[in-house]
T-cell receptor, first 115, second 115 residues
């Protein structure tokens, strides 16, 4: 079974600082990986996804993630944090075997941005 | 238009009530999903519909009854719920047939409180 682990349930950065949210995956097959963001009292919005086309994936709002097979990682980064980035971030892996599309989510990382 | 709408936004119900949650999308997607999200937890998959047919039921109690009357609508009928069923219920949709590459688009959710 595929799974993802997010290290750090809470991350706090200063405005303008680098954002790094960690995600490691476990998969016996090439994984398809996603980062979603959830703002308070809202649904989930896709930031970016890895589908094996390129190891460095650029997403919305200045976020990007790099797939590293050797480290089984898919960490999310943003060079300069903005106050509006404060939210919950979920890493997810698709576990469907081609017949279904079942997302397995990590436990989430709550990002706080300090002024 | 990448919008999934859900009604109502908030719902309070007693344990003997019968209520329904509604989800709608007009993106031409033929896969639709129900997730349950408890506070400070990741979403957990409940049901998947593919071409209006139930394809995944994640061993959800029968007090939750999904229905997909057409390709744009997904309902979740609730009956005799327990206080522990209080959560944010998220609907999502994706292209069909679902593959591991597909993006799931989420609605804003219905915040359910069971008294």
């Amino acid at each position: 079974a595929q799974s993802v682990t997010q290290l750090g349930s809470h991350v706090s950065v200063s405005e303008g600082a680098l954002v790094l949210l960690r995600c490691n995956y476990s998969s016996s097959v090439p994984p398809y990986l996603f980062w979603y963001v959830q703002y308070p009292n809202q649904g989930l919005q896709l930031l970016l996804k890895y589908t094996s086309a390129a190891t460095l994936v650029k997403g919305i709002n200045g976020f990007e993630a790099e797939f590293k097979k050797s480290e089984t990682s898919f960490h999310l980064t943003k060079p300069s944090a903005h106050m509006s980035d404060a939210a919950e971030y979920f890493c997810a892996v698709s576990d469907g075997g081609g017949a279904t599309n079942k997302l397995i989510f990590g436990t989430g990382t709550l990002l706080a941005v300090q002024p | 238009d990448t919008e999934v709408t859900q009604t109502p936004k908030h719902l309070v119900m007693g344990m003997t009530n019968k209520k329904s949650l509604k989800c709608e999308q007009h993106m031409g997607h033929r896969a639709m999903y129900w997730y349950k999200q408890k506070a400070k937890k990741p979403p957990e998959l409940m049901f998947v519909y593919s071409y209006e047919k139930l394809s995944i039921n994640e061993s959800v109690p029968s007090r939750f009854s999904p229905e997909c009357p057409n390709s744009s609508l997904l309902n979740l009928h609730l009956h005799a719920l327990q206080p522990e069923d209080s959560a944010l219920y998220l609907c999502a949709s994706s292209q069909d047939p679902p593959t591991n590459l597909d993006t799931q688009y989420f609605g804003p959710g219905t915040r359910l409180t069971v008294l």
